[in-house]
Nanobody, 127 residues
Framework: EVQLVESGGGLVQAGGSLRLSCAAS????????IGWFRQAPGKEREGVSC????????YYADSVKGRFTISSDNAKNTVYLQMNSLKPEDTAVYYC????????????????????WGQGTQVTVSS
């Protein structure tokens, strides 16, 4: 079965950097889409970024554009989220997710479009 495991979270000061990893098993990255989401206590889960090998597209929430970069290493079946210039409002549990079928970039940010989820990794940014 498909499994996704996040790692790389931790505590960092504002302005610092972290790199999150999403390791996938049960499929290869020949044709894939992986989304990153985050959820803070009491808030809705929100889309952060997405990468699709089908069309080579990447997507970012406005709040992270210019600070976060999504990338993939197909040989390792891993997707990364490089997070720079971190802010306290970035504090959340970060999840990676994959759909059975990717329907296109217009809905990349919608959690309901994803079928498989990791268990999350905590990112805490101190002021």
């Amino acid at each position: 079965e498909v499994q996704l495991v996040e790692s790389g979270g931790g505590l960092v000061q504002a302005g610092g950097s972290l790199r999150l990893s999403c390791a996938a098993s049960g499929f290869t990255f020949d044709d894939y889409a992986i989304g990153w989401f985050r959820q803070a206590p009491g808030k809705e889960r929100e889309g952060v970024s997405c990468i699709s090998s089908s069309d080579g597209s990447t997507y970012y929430a406005d709040s992270v554009k210019g600070r976060f970069t999504i990338s993939s290493d197909n040989a390792k079946n891993t997707v990364y989220l490089q997070m720079n210039s971190l802010k306290p409002e970035d504090t959340a549990v970060y999840y990676c997710a994959a759909p059975d079928f990717y329907s296109g970039g217009s809905s990349w940010y919608q959690p309901s479009k994803y079928d498989y989820w990791g268990q999350g990794t905590q990112v805490t940014v101190s002021s």
